[in-house]
């Protein structure tokens, strides 16, 4: 696919497949591991028609209600994503704890495996598509929608190995243990998958509380700076940065001296230009804010921002 909207249309509509079969196998099985996951895909579905509604803001340009425009509702959208998964996640953990303290549950283990093969099937392809999609589409949004199925086909098929096991632990007459299968699975799949949405809420987390990107961005973005100016003889230069959802935004205070020949305001903005289109050639969409000025005070740091400077 394309485009983000219609790859975000299949992502959400996959979801809702997959969890609405998974509600009606869950009422045929008696199994909370198939209940967990519809839950978890019908959850996604709703937030995914958020996520594109907010895929279609964040490509419009700033308005007066947002003079900083709409990237940071991807930023928003993720962290909601990863706090829904967490919570469903620690639901069924709270469930199965209590089903394995009270003697387990029975499951109709045939009709489990033919919903898991479904399942893992039809996450795989998703995820698959999302994969895809990234030759063409760049966007936070289809990188954690990627992500989010990687872990969803990864739960699938766990599921589907472990209702194997209660096929064969039925053949083996090994009445004792089939209760308990359903719970540990459960069980098993929250403590493994636990770290996905976390790792996601704490990323979004930190991009709405404007945290410098990791260094894999930050450092790249510097020396594209420090090449765009090469030739001016600054006193010192400030580079601060932060990414709400797919912008880059840059801010450069660059301390002059009042008699230096660059001084002039056509210089000026020559060096923008230079400098924006080096980080381009790292980043993009990224939006570059040079400020040249003779005062150091004025652009003296506060709480750990980033410095380089310049002989």
């Not at 909370?32 to 519809?38: C, E, K, T, W």
């Not at 210089?267 to 040249?292: G, L, N, T």
Request: net charge neutral; hydrophobic share 50%.
């Amino acid at each position: 696919m394309r485009r983000e909207s219609s790859t975000l249309a299949f992502s959400a509509f996959m979801a809702l497949l997959i969890g609405s079969v998974g509600i009606v196998a869950t009422l045929a099985t008696n199994s909370q591991a198939i209940l967990l996951d519809g839950l978890f895909n019908l959850i996604y579905f709703c937030v995914a028609l958020v996520t594109i509604k907010v895929s279609k803001l964040a490509s419009r340009p700033d308005s007066d209600s947002y003079p900083f425009g709409y990237s940071y509702f991807e930023s928003l959208v993720n962290l909601c994503k990863g706090l829904l998964i967490l919570g469903v996640s620690l639901f069924a953990l709270v469930d199965a704890v209590v089903a394995l303290l009270t003697g387990g549950r029975m499951i109709s283990a045939g009709l489990a495996v033919m919903y898991a093969l479904f399942a893992t099937a039809a996450c795989s392809l998703t995820a698959w598509v999302m994969h895809r999609s990234q030759r063409h589409v760049h966007s936070p949004l289809v990188v954690a929608d990627k992500f989010n199925w990687l872990v969803n086909s990864l739960i699938s098929a766990a599921v589907l190995c472990a209702f194997c096991l209660v096929l064969l632990f039925e053949h083996l007459d090994w009445q004792a243990v089939l209760p308990y299968v359903d719970s540990v699975l459960v069980v098993a799949v929250v403590v493994l998958c636990l770290g996905v949405p976390v790792r996601m809420a704490s990323q979004a987390l930190q991009e709405l509380l404007n945290k410098t990107p990791d260094e894999s961005v930050a450092e790249p973005v510097r020396q594209a700076v420090a090449r765009g100016l090469a030739d001016i003889d600054t006193q010192e230069v400030r580079v601060r940065m932060v990414r709400p959802g797919r912008l880059l935004y840059v801010m450069v205070h660059v301390v002059l001296a009042v008699d230096h020949p660059q001084s002039s305001l056509a210089s000026q903005d020559r060096s923008r230009k230079r400098i924006e289109e080096e980080v381009r050639q790292y980043y993009s969409p990224v939006v570059c804010d040079v400020v040249f000025t003779a005062d150091k005070r004025w652009a003296a740091p506060s709480c750990g921002l980033l410095v380089e400077k310049h002989p």
